[in-house]
């Protein structure tokens, strides 16, 4: 399995999966329809099928404007606002997406939205904005139990899983870890290598859970109600 990494709108990542380099691609959270069409032109590749992780506007504007160029399946959440999905999803489903021969296992990952779910397949997961390097997506619509059990879920992950996020967030999310937990200096080592990756221009990510455990505060948080506060501290910082 292929994947790599779209930069799209100001700092969204749209990932692109393929069976192997050339083949056709399976495209997560499509916030910008150019970015991909334009990907596909230079690449000469087909589109095989849409992943949604949840409703919001900078994962999904893309996907009509991709339709009325390709007739291909967008699979995403079952309880979505968004209404162009085709292919429903819930927690504990499992399926192949078209263009592609892996199964993938669906995660409901409630807490930044209610329909927000994740993606695993072997050693991969798609988490959308639940999980950031470092640190998560803001609660918009769920509770602070919802959100720290979606976190902990990810978290009995296998370490090895890689962490395909969909924003490049991780700088400001390690200045915030390293406020949190001042003495970790798997933070500190984390820094300066986003930062040398960074100033090369090249993404941050994928990380994996294995790094998310050892730097990320949200991740390592023992209750609801520590998560709660690192939240409310870090929507403010």
């Not at 069976?19 to 087909?46: F, K, M, R, T, Y």
């Not at 988490?127 to 619509?141: I, K, P, Q, V, Y």
């Not at 296998?158 to 200045?175: F, G």
């Not at 994928?206 to 209750?223: D, G, H």
Request: hydrophobic residues 40%.
């Amino acid at each position: 399995m292929h994947i790599s990494a779209l930069p799209a709108l100001n700092d969204n990542y749209i990932w692109i999966i393929q069976q192997q380099q050339g083949a056709p691609a399976v495209v997560v959270d499509p916030g910008d329809a150019q970015s991909v069409l334009d990907w596909l032109a230079s690449h000469q590749i087909e589109l095989a099928s849409l992943l949604v992780t949840h409703h919001h506007w900078d994962h999904t504007d893309g996907i009509e404007p991709l339709l009325q160029h390709y007739d291909v399946p967008v699979y995403g959440p079952k309880n979505s606002k968004f209404k162009l999905i085709s292919d429903t999803l819930a927690e504990g489903d499992s399926f192949i997406p078209a263009g592609l021969k892996q199964s993938f296992n669906v995660l409901a990952t409630p807490g930044h939205t209610l329909d927000h779910i994740s993606y695993v397949t072997e050693g991969a997961l798609f988490c959308g904005d639940t999980l950031f390097s470092a640190g998560c997506g803001r609660m918009f619509e769920g509770q602070p139990e919802q959100f720290h059990q979606s976190l902990q879920k990810l978290a009995k992950l296998p370490v090895t899983t890689a962490v395909y996020a969909a924003h490049e967030y991780t700088l400001a999310n390690l200045r915030f870890a390293a406020a949190a937990e001042p003495d970790n200096q798997a933070i500190h080592e984390a820094t300066l290598a986003v930062s040398k990756l960074r100033a090369a221009g090249q993404p941050s990510l994928p990380s994996t859970i294995a790094t998310e455990l050892s730097i990320n505060p949200f991740l390592r948080a023992e209750s609801a109600t520590a998560f709660a506060k690192l939240r409310q501290w870090k929507d403010k910082f």
